[in-house]
């Protein structure tokens, strides 16, 4: 090996900052939450952003909200702690929205990603090639996708190969309405111009808003190179209803399903599950049909999850068996080959590896020993009232069916529990506790007469 240097220095990876505008108003939701933080596959459409922007290699971030609007914030930085939160104090326009950030824009990137918060189909993959012409010296790079129906849209003037402008419908003459190609509204800047372009936008238009959109032409004025890149329309598809909500929470599925059975995952009916954005299966699960995963679910391999299973907040040991019809809430740790059956719960709760609760339990804030046989109808009794207490049980040991554990109470390793038990004290290992009154037998009774 040579340890002579290299004549040609490495491609030093371009630095990346997104501003995301997330300071609409949102009014067609007729909603009392911000639209951005409406939820697909359980996660808000602004923190989808966040995420894609991050995996595309933006290494700053800024959020652009509107004015008082502390829980955007919140969510914005609950999402990516990184992230610099401006205010756009008056909407004027998606030029000025962008400007609103003017302080990390100066702060200098070699690429200026702009991404809409409620725009949340978009991959890092379709970023990445946004951003692909700002190396090759392009002022702009534009994300444009043809529209089934362009109404509404800004549309691309291109004289050929270049784009000469964007025109917002509502400015647009009759022969550019005709055009199909439309602009999606991301963009992306160079870092060293983005601020002379964006401080040139004037607000001579039909809506008096400064639009980013006439950045454009702007920079082709100036003798600069504009690119635009296409992306499928279904991946640019903004969400400004409860019906394109929806429609968008149905697209990020269809990617979701096909990205897990793509790592080996079994979906028997997979237009019947729901996964979360941050669902991880491992290889060989198989899901059953109609089964929800809420955020935070990992499931080990091999697991299998049957049908009618909700879960959130959960983790499933390999070769686990959860279902039909259970519920995992959050903070439910099941170990390797643990089988949960139908109509039991588990909330906040380890269950060590081999546990069996088959049929109709409640396990809350407990601590279940390995292959420990918890019988039907057991319930931790949790609850008091104002307090939320623990129950432990340790390694092999039989819960009978019907009994209440009423907690904080310690069953020990290997403790028999007679059913129908009401278990208010601790059970030592090995011991057999039967807490219920003794059978009471009358021969020869006669029932009570009517009247
Ligand atoms: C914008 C584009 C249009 C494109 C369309 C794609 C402009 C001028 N037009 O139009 O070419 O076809 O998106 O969907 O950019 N926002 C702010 N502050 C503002 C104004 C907007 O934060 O002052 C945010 C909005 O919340 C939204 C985004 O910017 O997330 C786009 O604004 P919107 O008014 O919806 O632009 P469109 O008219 O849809
Ligand atoms: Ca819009």
């Known amino acids: 090996m040579s340890d002579a240097p290299s004549t ?14 997330a300071a609409g108003e949102g009014t067609r939701m007729r909603s009392a939450l911000p639209k951005v933080l409406h939820k697909i596959a359980g996660r808000t459409m602004l923190a989808h952003v966040l995420c894609t922007v991050g995996e595309a290699g933006a290494g700053r971030v800024a959020v652009v909200v509107g004015p008082d609007r502390q829980d955007v914030a919140a969510a914005a930085t609950a999402a990516c702690p990184e ?54 010296g392009a002022a702009i790079s534009v994300l444009g996708f043809a529209a089934a129906d362009p109404t509404g849209y800004g549309r691309l003037v291109l ?6 402008a964007i025109r917002e419908e509502r400015d647009a003459s009759e022969a550019e309405r005709a055009i199909g190609l439309c602009n999606a509204g991301l ?4 870092g060293d111009i983005a601020i002379a372009l964006l401080d040139a936008v004037g607000n001579q238009n039909s809506k008096g808003e400064y639009y980013l959109t006439d950045a454009v032409a702007i920079a082709g004025g100036r003798g600069e190179r504009v690119a635009v890149v296409l992306a499928p329309e279904a991946e640019v598809a903004g969400v400004n209803d409860r019906v394109q909500l929806a429609a968008a929470e149905a697209a990020l599925q269809a990617r979701l399903r096909l990205q897990v059975m793509a ?44 049908s009618f299973s909700h879960l959130e907040g959960a983790e499933v ?27 039991v719960e588990v909330k906040n709760s380890r269950l060590a590896a081999g546990v069996k609760a088959n049929h109709l339990a409640y396990l809350g804030d407990s ?59 601790d059970v030592p290992s090995r011991a057999l506790a039967i807490g219920r009154g003794r059978q009471v037998v009358k021969t020869d009774w006669t029932p009570p007469r009517k009247g």
């Open 317 to 343: 040991g390999e070769g686990a068996t959860v279902g039909p019809f259970a519920r995992l809430r959050p903070g439910a740790v099941l170990g390797d080959g643990v089988h949960i059956g139908n109509f």
């Open 367 to 425: 601590d279940v020993g390995a292959g420990t046989n918890v019988g039907a109808g057991t319930i931790t009794c949790n609850y008091d009232g104002a307090n939320k207490h623990r129950t432990t049980i340790g390694a092999g040991a039989f819960i009978g069916t019907n009994t209440s554990l009423v907690a904080p109470v310690t069953i020990g390793d290997g403790a028999y529990i007679g059913s129908g038990s009401v278990i208010t004290a």
């Open 8 to 21: 040609e220095p490495a491609a030093r990876a371009r630095s990346c900052l997104a501003i995301i505008l």
């Open 263 to 306: 790592e080996g995952v079994t979906l028997i009916a997979p237009e019947t599950v729901f996964l979360a954005a941050d669902t991880r299966l491992g290889r060989d699960v198989v899901v059953e049909p109609n089964v929800c995963f809420g955020p935070g679910v990992r499931v080990g391999t091999g697991a299998t999850i049957r």
């Open 83 to 136: 992230a610099a939160v401006f205010q756009q104090t008056e909407r004027l326009g998606t030029a000025h929205a962008v400007l609103a950030a003017r302080r990390a824009i100066e702060a200098g990137a070699d690429d200026l990603v702009v991404a809409f918060a409620d725009t949340p189909l978009v991959t890092a993959a379709t970023f990445a090639r946004l951003r692909a012409p700002l190396a090759a």
């Open 187 to 190: 963009m992306a800047v160079r």
């Open 159 to 164: 004289d050929g190969e270049r784009l000469l």
